[in-house]
């Protein structure tokens, strides 16, 4: 189901090394949500980490174990390079996928990161990692979400040489092997009302890439 998007990340992670993440990215408004993340908390996992760059930057901020996983051997590899240069002792990174997931025991991270993965599996695969989340995490668990921009008719439109098929309704396959859900507010708020509160939500500017991403600060219920 997966083995295309492997295998794009296995070639894009396999040509980039993580640079020094004792230092903030220097894109405001994501280093304040992982600032926001950190605050008192002394445990996060990443699920869908890529290169755990996120994670390690934790690290960092007084957070003394975390766990990442990701479907990609060569963000893995690249990410427990990072970890053994830089002595980061209670970090690991693992390959895995949902089973990994599901393999966690309850109530054992106090945070979670979810960073451009919701919205780009399968919506089932989606509302299983958010309930795994939910199950993972300790009372209060704080969850920094990002998720890609929504895209109204009109974006469609332009984007349109970018799908190679829509699966189903807002979801499609992307030309490179890559899943794509055109995931609105409403519904990804639908998803998550039951297990977290909304503390903030908005968007991050990502000059580099002239594009935006919408993120949410959340809360176990």
């Not at 990443?46 to 290169?51: A, K, L, P, S, T």
């Not at 599901?102 to 993965?117: P, R, T, V, W, Y």
């Not at 990002?146 to 098929?165: A, P, R």
Request: hydrophobic letters at 40%; a negative charge; one cysteine or more.
């Amino acid at each position: 189901m997966y083995e295309k998007t492997e295998a794009f990340w296995d070639d894009i992670f396999g040509k980039e090394e993580l640079k020094d993440l004792s230092k903030p990215f220097g894109i405001e408004k994501m280093d304040s949500c992982i600032g926001w993340l950190c605050a008192n908390t002394g445990s996060i996992i990443d699920y869908g980490c890529g290169n755990a760059s996120m994670l390690l930057r934790c690290a960092y901020l007084n957070v003394k174990k975390g766990l990442g996983i990701d479907i990609s051997c060569q963000a893995v590899r690249t990410a427990v390079d990072y970890i053994s240069k830089k002595d980061l002792s209670g970090f690991s990174v693992i390959q895995g996928s949902l089973e990994a997931l599901k393999s966690i025991k309850d109530a054992s991270f106090e945070g979670a990161i979810l960073s451009n993965i919701i919205d780009n599996i399968l919506p089932d695969d989606a509302l299983c990692v958010l309930k795994n989340i939910y199950r993972i995490l300790t009372h209060g668990g704080r969850v920094f979400v990002k998720l890609n921009d929504f895209m109204d008719k009109e974006k469609l439109k332009e984007s349109i040489d970018f799908f190679e098929k829509e699966i189903s309704d807002n979801f499609f396959l992307e030309k490179s092997g890559l899943y794509f859900h055109n995931l609105s507010d409403e519904k990804f708020e639908r998803w998550i009302m039951e297990y977290f509160k909304v503390v903030e939500k908005g968007r991050i500017e990502f000059k580099t890439f002239d594009c935006f991403n919408r993120f949410y600060l959340l809360q176990k219920l």
